[in-house]
């Protein structure tokens, strides 16, 4: 059974850089695409971005170019950093595998709650 | 950017109502269309993929159907642990996007 489990700090000042790790247990990091997706308090979710295991990534431009995922082939861990962020950045971030052919979301982090704030 | 609609936002239904939500694309998105469940403080779970295909593991209750921008996900016969959140996500092209969130609330 895959698991995924989100790491890194709940909290981080405005203007600062967010980053959270994505362990990938019970599967291989190869293969599949592998995304981090974002859901504010309250709201709705949000598409943050996607790396292949290769390395190719697709991110939201809504972001801004302050996005950017890697990927440990040897740890079997992605990881996402947000530069730049501002309150509105504040929200629970998931990491999830995506499927090739659907694009699904099938199998998700717990997810992890970042707070912007001084 | 393709907007995600859902309708309704959310709905009261008592246990054994059969349960529709739809879901419309701001155009069309062929069959590229997810369904997932939310339950409080979790995170969502995939139900459907590719507008009709039940994911392994998630009970037969559940259907769904629909292309071009128009979706719907069905429960036949609601139960207890189907009180939740639903959102659409459609995958044609990226930036991938949700709609708002549908809440089925007990009645």
């Known amino acids: 059974q895959v698991q995924l489990q989100e790491s890194g700090p709940g909290l981080v000042k405005p203007s600062g850089t967010l980053s959270l790790t994505c362990t990938v247990s019970g599967g291989s990091i190869s293969s599949f695409y592998w995304s981090w997706i974002r859901q504010p ?10 790396i292949y295991y290769s390395g190719s990534t697709n991110y939201n431009p809504s972001l801004k170019g302050r ?3 890697s990927v440990d082939t040897s740890n079997n861990q992605f990881s996402l950093k947000l530069t ?5 950045d504040t929200a629970v971030y998931y990491c999830a595998r995506t499927s090739y052919g659907s694009a699904s979301n099938d199998y998700w982090g717990q ?3 970042v707070t912007v704030s001084s | 950017d393709i907007q995600m609609t859902q309708s309704p936002s959310s709905l009261s239904a008592s246990v054994g109502d059969r349960v529709t939500i739809t879901c419309r694309a701001s155009q069309s998105i062929s069959s590229y269309l997810n369904w ?18 039940l994911q392994s593991g998630v009970p037969s209750r559940f259907s769904g159907s629909g292309s071009g921008p128009d979706f719907t996900l069905t429960i036949s016969s609601l139960q207890p642990e189907d009180f939740a959140t639903y959102h659409c996500q459609q995958s044609y092209t990226t930036p991938w996007t949700f709609g708002q969130g549908t809440k089925v609330e007990i009645k």
Do not use: D, M, R
């Not at chain 1, 308090?41 to 996607?50: D, T, V």
């Open chain 1, 41 to 50: 308090p309250g709201k709705g979710l949000e598409w943050i971005g996607h």
């Open chain 1, 67 to 69: 996005v950017t995922i």
């Open chain 1, 84 to 88: 730049s962020v501002f309150a509105a």
């Open chain 1, 111 to 113: 997810g992890t709650l």
């Open chain 2, 36 to 53: 997932y469940q939310q339950k409080p403080g979790k995170a969502p779970k995939l139900l459907i993929y590719a507008a009709s295909n």
